[in-house]
């Protein structure tokens, strides 16, 4: 079964650090495009980072600098490093797999369950 | 202020067709293939069309469509577990980016 399992939320002061991981099942995550995305309390979706199959990674204006996106190939496990967290950073975090389909990226077709960040003192 | 424009809300009775819209441009839904994206009671989205396929598990009355700058997900017989929020996405070359709409909350009366 494909599936995306997510861990290592919870409770960090701000300015803390935290490493969310992101267990992948069913397929390969260095051979995918792999994704953050959170969403703070009632707000929507937004998109954090990605890394791509190469390597490559991007990442929001508003995380660029605090966050790093990685992966373990052996553990097959996407990982979110998080440093310098505020307040802005509560949210759940989601790891996602972005699809190709007929050659052309863009859609996410997995999701994991998502894991809560909640910064505060 | 989302890269991607969505209706804030759309409302529809059960049976009934319903058509969500998501608005981009060039750099984005015009380029690369757009996802679909339903969110029941904030849990964890579930893809609900990706492109215009349609995932395994998500039934037929589902459907998507592209046309130049402009996505849209119809929901054809519309049923009370269809009620949820639902965001659209795609990758932006511009921005290098993935960018969603702002959610449209879908009511099902």
């Known amino acids: 079964e494909v599936q995306l399992v997510e861990s290592g939320g919870g409770l960090v002061q701000p300015g803390g650090s935290l490493r969310l991981s992101c267990a992948a099942s069913g397929f390969t995550v260095s051979s995918n495009y792999m994704t953050w995305v959170r969403q703070a309390p009632g707000k929507g979706l937004e998109w954090v980072s990605i890394?791509?199959?190469?390597?490559?990674?991007y990442y929001a204006d508003s995380v660029r600098g605090r966050f790093t996106i990685s992966r373990h190939n052996s553990k097959n496990t996407l990982y979110l490093q998080m440093n310098s967290l505020s307040a802005e950073d509560t949210a759940v975090y989601y790891c996602?797999?972005?699809?190709?389909?007929?050659?052309?990226?863009?859609?996410?077709?997995?999701w994991g369950q998502g894991t809560m960040v909640t910064v505060s003192s | 202020q989302s890269a991607l424009t969505q209706e804030a809300s759309v409302s529809g009775t059960v049976g009934q067709k319903v058509t969500l819209s998501c608005n981009g441009d060039t750099n984005n839904i015009g380029t690369y293939a757009v996802g679909w994206y339903q969110q029941i009671s904030h849990g964890a989205p579930k893809t609900v069309m990706f492109?215009?396929s349609l995932p395994s598990g998500i039934p037929d009355r589902f459907s998507g469509s592209k046309s130049g700058t402009t996505a849209s997900l119809t929901i054809s017989g519309l049923q009370p577990e269809d009620e949820a929020d639902y965001y659209c996405s795609t990758w932006d070359y511009s921005l290098s980016a993935q960018v969603f709409g702002g959610g449209t909350k879908l009511t099902v009366l």
């Open positions: 996602a797999r972005e699809g190709i389909l007929s050659g052309r990226r863009g859609a996410l077709d997995i």
């Open positions: 890394i791509y199959s190469a390597g490559n990674t």
């Open positions: 492109g215009n």
